[in-house]
């Protein structure tokens, strides 16, 4: 079955830029949406956006000026970059497969187990 | 901006016990909406889509209802593994999450 794993810094430095991968096993990237969602320590979910094999994207529109998202298909990877982080940045990072399900929905499953970037100097 | 509300924040109850939370959204939203279960440390789990369509694996003890802009999770009979946090989530427009209810023991 499809398996997702975050992979990237732990520690980003406040103004620079947080960068990830979301390595994809067990099924082509070329067929779905992917997604990434971030939850700060003990909070709540924030959906961030989703990328398309077209390279369609969709972000939050919070978050939009700052965020890119992008995929590697040779590599099943696809990535997410948010530039000018600052502490309110620190979360859980997690990447996740949007699904179209029957007989009607869209949903985020798989999920990968997510990784904690922390902003600090 | 579609907004997601929950209720309640959180609740305490007791294996066996009748549980609902409810979902509101700001805008009609149709069936697109989806409930997740997330425990401590864990990513969420998708349990419900289409407002009340089961994902494979989760059992018929837990019911989702509603549309348009009102929703419910339901466990007709609560589980030791039930006690968790549940957020749900539109899908019809972007993602947006609701805030979260977190279901302890009592």
């Known amino acids: 079955q499809v398996q997702l794993q975050e992979s990237g810094p732990g520690l980003v430095r406040p103004s620079g830029t947080l960068s990830l991968t979301c390595t994809v096993s067990g099924g082509p990237i070329s067929s779905d949406y992917w997604s990434w969602i971030r939850q700060p320590p003990g909070k709540g979910l924030e959906w961030i956006g989703y990328v398309f094999y077209t390279g369609s994207t969709n972000y939050n529109p919070a978050l939009k000026s700052r965020v890119t998202m992008s995929m590697d298909m040779s590599k099943n990877q696809f990535f997410l970059q948010l530039t000018s982080v600052t502490a309110a940045d620190t979360a859980i990072y997690y990447c996740?497969?949007?699904?179209?399900?029957?007989?009607?929905?869209?949903?985020?499953?798989?999920w990968g187990q997510g990784t904690l970037v922390i902003v600090s100097s | 901006d579609l907004q997601m509300t929950q209720s309640p924040s959180s609740l305490s109850a007791s294996v066996g016990d009748r549980v609902t939370i409810t979902c509101r959204a700001s805008?009609?939203?149709?069936?697109?909406l989806n409930w997740y279960q997330q425990k401590p440390g864990k990513a969420p789990k998708l349990l419900i889509f289409g407002a009340s369509s089961l994902q494979s694996g989760v059992p018929s003890t837990i019911i989702g209802t509603g549309s348009g802009t009102d929703f419910n999770l339901t466990f007709t009979s609560l589980e030791p593994e039930d006690f968790a946090t549940y957020y749900c989530q539109e899908s019809s427009t972007t993602g947006t999450f609701g805030p979260g209810t977190k279901v302890e023991m009592k």
């Open positions: 996740a497969r949007r699904l179209r399900l029957r007989p009607i929905g869209i949903g985020l499953d798989p």
């Open positions: 805008q009609n939203i149709h069936i697109y």
